[in-house]
């Protein structure tokens, strides 16, 4: 994979919580419809990265690429001009709306007030073809039956169907997972990797993730944090052979 024009690239990210050195030196890229996966123990600063790239965290230094084309890591407000989209480990659907209306929130830049006020629920053309949208990307996380309950009277796993749909009714270039299939049963974990590796059509796609058996399933790249330190990248077979890897997994029962 070419690093010029890579999705997304980032150099010499260093993070500190006070004393904390919780990202030294981090690199990491994403090529072009590729899914690439980040592991590491807990507390390896997994989170940390992900949310310097989809502007939660703010780093003290680094490089960041989009494109190929330098320019200042994101801010959230940023994200969706930018193509980038992401699901959180805590899921944030609004439980008082409907599937449909949360899935239509994904594509809006505003939050939810800003959306109610510039007239969510007017029958207008940009609605219909927003509310199709929506459909469409629910059909693809194969929740299409949720349309219109209530989100707060979703089980679990539709409820993570449900945010993936969110955040792909913006047509993001880049996707950005934490934790996918944290907390789902091994039933789910199977239609969770199969979208995975459907989405990597359209776009490319990181993964923060606990579950070896999926990033061993749907990544082309991992890259191994430990203590704030990319101690390993590459193909899943290179990772999980590199010595490193398997001392630092050493006991963490992964
Ligand atoms: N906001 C914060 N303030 C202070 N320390 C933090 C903060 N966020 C993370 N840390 C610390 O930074 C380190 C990396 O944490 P991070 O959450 O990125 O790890 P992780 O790899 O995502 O772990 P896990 O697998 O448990 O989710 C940890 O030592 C954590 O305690
Ligand atoms: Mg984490």
């Not at 010499?12 to 890229?29: H, K, M, P, T």
């Not at 609605?127 to 929506?134: D, G, H, I, W």
């Not at 776009?203 to 606990?210: A, G, K, N, R």
């Not at 058996?213 to 749907?218: A, F, G, L, R």
Request: hydrophobic share 45%; glycine share 12%.
């Amino acid at each position: 994979m070419s690093t010029n024009n890579a999705a997304l690239r980032v150099e010499g990210v260093n993070i500190s919580f006070g004393g904390l050195r919780a990202l030294n030196d981090v690199y990491l890229e994403i090529g072009k419809n590729e899914v690439v996966g980040l592991i590491g123990p807990n507390g390896a600063g997994k989170t940390t990265l992900f949310n310097a790239l989809c502007g939660l965290v703010k780093p003290d230094s680094g490089k960041f690429y989009l494109d190929g084309k330098e320019q200042n890591f994101p801010q959230t407000a940023q994200l969706v001009d930018l193509g980038i989209a992401r699901t959180l480990q805590g899921i944030g659907l609004f439980g008082d709306l409907t599937v449909l209306e949360n899935v239509m929130i994904g594509a809006q830049k505003f939050a939810r007030s800003g959306l109610i006020s510039a007239g969510f629920g007017r029958n207008n053309r940009d609605e219909r073809e927003l509310k199709e949208r929506a459909m469409h990307y629910l059909e693809n996380v194969y929740a299409i039956g949720l349309a219109n309950r209530r989100a707060d009277t979703l089980s679990y796993p539709d409820t993570k169907r449900v945010a993936i749909a969110r955040a792909l009714v913006g047509e993001p270039k880049i996707l950005m997972l934490d934790e996918p299939a944290g907390g789902l049963g091994s039933q789910d974990i199977e239609w969770m990797n199969l979208l995975i590796r459907n989405l990597t059509a359209q776009m490319s796609v990181l993964i923060v993730e606990h579950h070896m058996d999926v990033v061993m399933t749907v990544c082309s790249k991992l890259y191994v944090l430990n203590f704030g330190e990319v101690i390993a990248s590459g193909n899943a077979e290179t990772v999980r052979r590199d010595p490193a890897v398997m001392a630092a997994y050493l006991g963490t029962g992964a």
